[in-house]
């Protein structure tokens, strides 16, 4: 059968996973290369998550993989990119000579949207507030952006203190008191957000362009990013378009081309 008319499972693997946005998203990207496909969100417990795959993934294109299986879906492949690896994520899956890889493009989509927006990473001082798997999955791509400094901030000291030194690197530390602020670009990766909450911020952190980034979007990325604009940040972004971005790099992982982002909210 021709590619083009060929129907490709592909779906999204997480826990909940009824508010994704990923069906719309990749649908409309499909749209622009007339490739017909299905994009199904599966709930599956860590639990579940084993068997699920095993019973789903032998028919279909490949998959996304959400929170909180981007590091337990690692072992139930064959092969890992090395940019998965160095996040130890993986948020794609996808088939390859008969053998199953996991690659992560959460990092890139985010420079992705960054660029688009007419950011550029080389040089800039980098502050990340949180230390989770969300900070794990973009420092990568920050390092190969060329980003002078990234400081890790966390509630959980050690747990800033054991992400900074898994990079081992000169340009990742953990926040502390000899902070370099102001900082060029304050990312916030926390789950406050969808607490209705945001982390204390210091007007010292900010100079006239620093710019403010929630990788959350919609109503959870609102706290910070209005408590970085009453510190004086002119600029400040949400994550949808981050969202977009790596859901365009894990198509083109599937299908080879690279779609056109156009956010639509
Ligand atoms: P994910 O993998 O999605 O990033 P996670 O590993 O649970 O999720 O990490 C969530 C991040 O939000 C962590 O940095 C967490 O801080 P701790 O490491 O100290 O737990 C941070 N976080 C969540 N709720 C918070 C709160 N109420 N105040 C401060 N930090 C919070």
Same mark, same amino acid.
């Given at each position: 059968?021709?590619?083009?008319? +060929?129907?490709?499972?592909?779906?999204?693997?997480?826990?909940?996973?009824?508010?994704?946005?990923? #069906?719309?998203?990749?649908?409309?990207?499909?749209?622009?290369?007339?490739?017909?496909?299905?994009?199904?969100?599966?709930?599956?417990?860590?639990?579940?998550?084993?068997?699920?795959? +095993?019973?789903?993934?032998?028919?279909?294109?490949?998959?996304?993989?959400?929170?909180?299986?981007?590091?337990?879906?690692?072992?139930?492949?064959?092969?890992? %990119?090395?940019?998965?690896?160095?996040?130890?994520?993986?948020? %794609?899956?996808?088939?390859? @000579?008969?053998?199953?890889?996991?690659?992560? %493009?959460?990092?890139?989509?985010?420079?992705? @949207?960054?660029?688009?927006?007419?950011?550029?990473?080389?040089?800039?001082?980098?502050?990340?507030?949180?230390?989770?798997?969300?900070?794990?999955?973009?420092? #990568?791509?920050?390092?190969?952006?060329?980003?002078?400094?990234?400081?890790?901030?966390?509630?959980?000291?050690? +747990?800033?203190?054991?992400?900074?030194?898994?990079?081992?690197?000169?340009?990742?530390? %953990?926040?502390?008191?000899?902070?370099?602020?102001?900082?060029?670009?304050?990312?916030?990766?926390?789950?406050?957000?969808?607490?209705?909450?945001?982390?204390?911020?210091?007007?010292?952190?900010?100079?006239?362009?620093?710019?403010?980034?929630?990788?959350?979007?919609?109503?959870?990325?609102?706290?910070?990013?209005?408590?970085?604009?009453?510190?004086?940040?002119?600029?400040?972004? @949400?994550?949808?378009?981050?969202?977009?971005?790596?859901?365009?790099?894990?198509?083109?992982?599937?299908?080879?081309?690279?779609?056109?982002?156009?956010?639509?909210?």
């Amino acid at each position: 059968m021709a590619e083009s008319l +060929k129907q490709h499972q592909l779906g999204l693997f997480g826990h909940p996973v009824k508010h994704s946005q990923s #069906p719309q998203i990749h649908q409309g990207f499909a749209a622009q290369f007339g490739i017909d496909l299905t994009y199904v969100l599966i709930d599956a417990s860590p639990a579940e998550l084993p068997s699920q795959f +095993k019973v789903w993934i032998p028919t279909a294109h490949g998959c996304n993989v959400t929170v909180p299986h981007k590091t337990h879906i690692m072992p139930l492949l064959d092969h890992h %990119t090395e940019r998965a690896h160095q996040c130890q994520a993986v948020n %794609t899956v996808f088939w390859r @000579d008969g053998e199953l890889w996991g690659d992560n %493009t959460d990092g890139d989509g985010l420079v992705l @949207d960054l660029q688009a927006k007419g950011i550029h990473l080389s040089g800039m001082k980098v502050l990340i507030i949180g230390a989770g798997g969300a900070t794990q999955g973009i420092i #990568p791509s920050l390092l190969e952006q060329g980003v002078t400094d990234i400081e890790i901030q966390n509630r959980s000291h050690d +747990k800033a203190n054991q992400l900074a030194a898994q990079f081992n690197y000169d340009r990742v530390a %953990t926040a502390g008191p000899k902070m370099h602020s102001p900082y060029d670009l304050i990312i916030h990766a926390t789950s406050m957000g969808h607490q209705g909450l945001s982390p204390e911020l210091k007007e010292h952190w900010f100079h006239p362009n620093t710019i403010a980034y929630d990788l959350s979007y919609g109503n959870a990325a609102q706290p910070f990013l209005a408590t970085a604009q009453a510190c004086g940040a002119q600029q400040v972004h @949400d994550g949808l378009g981050m969202l977009y971005g790596q859901a365009a790099l894990a198509f083109e992982i599937w299908f080879g081309q690279r779609p056109a982002v156009i956010l639509t909210q």
